[in-house]
């Protein structure tokens, strides 16, 4: 199994722009996750969804779209960046049934807005 | 969920078991105690999980004290590795609890060669 993968990578935008983040697991997990994390900051839940077609926001969604047609995939849209959106993101994934629904996340993607 | 404690970071030597506390003095009776790490630029990945017996996996010990107000997380033979931020997040059992987890800034591990 991969796991949860993200790409890209890292990610320079200007002011204004747009663009997608992808996020995709491979062990069949009902939910899914986005967080950004700053400097001196936890992380924060951005949108979360419990199964294809259903999503939800979570605690920072402003300026943030998503959708889950599949169950495999969960992208994360930018719709005009932000310099406040600068940020590290992480993908996560679960299984939808407590207490073991240990969260496994993906590798990052560093976000520069200039 | 309750609100967790840590010390803003630590040292270990390598080989030497690495003891990380939390303190969790709100926490309800049915809420469980779950431990992450996040390697540095790395995505966190879940250690170990307890209600409130002691547990014990591949990767680490979890010692829940008796009153559950407070546990430690044990690395019994610490490597550089395991230099890290250890976060100890409590929540409660029920499905779609992830979302309300609070992640707060975690203990930084250093491991000392």
């Known amino acids: 199994n991969a796991g949860v993968t993200q790409t890209p990578k890292f990610q320079v935008l200007k002011t204004g722009q747009s663009m997608t983040l992808q996020c995709a697991q491979d062990m069949n997990h009902e939910y899914m996750s986005w967080y950004r994390q700053d400097p001196g900051m936890g992380l924060r839940l951005i949108h979360y969804?419990?199964?294809?077609?259903?999503?939800d926001q979570g605690e920072v969604p402003n300026g943030y779209n998503v959708s889950r047609s599949t169950t495999e995939d969960f992208p994360l849209r930018l719709l005009s960046a932000a310099p406040s959106q600068t940020s590290v993101y992480f993908c996560?994934?679960?299984?939808?049934?407590?207490?073991?629904?240990?969260?496994?996340f993906g590798p990052g993607t560093r976000l520069t807005v200039l | 969920d309750a609100k967790t404690t840590q010390p803003t970071s630590m040292d270990c030597a390598e080989g030497r078991a690495a003891n990380l506390p939390c303190n969790h003095s709100t926490i309800s009776g049915n809420e469980y105690v779950y431990w992450y790490r996040q390697i540095h630029s790395q995505g966190p990945q879940y250690i170990i999980h307890g209600l409130k017996n002691n547990e014990t996996n591949e990767m680490a010990s979890l010692i829940i004290t008796e009153d559950r107000k407070s546990s430690t997380l044990i690395l019994p033979h610490a490597t550089l590795r395991d230099t890290a931020v250890y976060y100890c997040i409590v929540r409660s059992p029920y499905a779609g609890n992830n979302r309300k987890l609070i992640w707060g800034l975690g203990t930084s591990l250093g491991v000392n060669p």
């Open positions: 969804s419990v199964g294809a077609g259903i999503t």
């Open positions: 996560a994934s679960s299984i939808d049934k407590a207490p073991t629904d240990t969260q496994y």
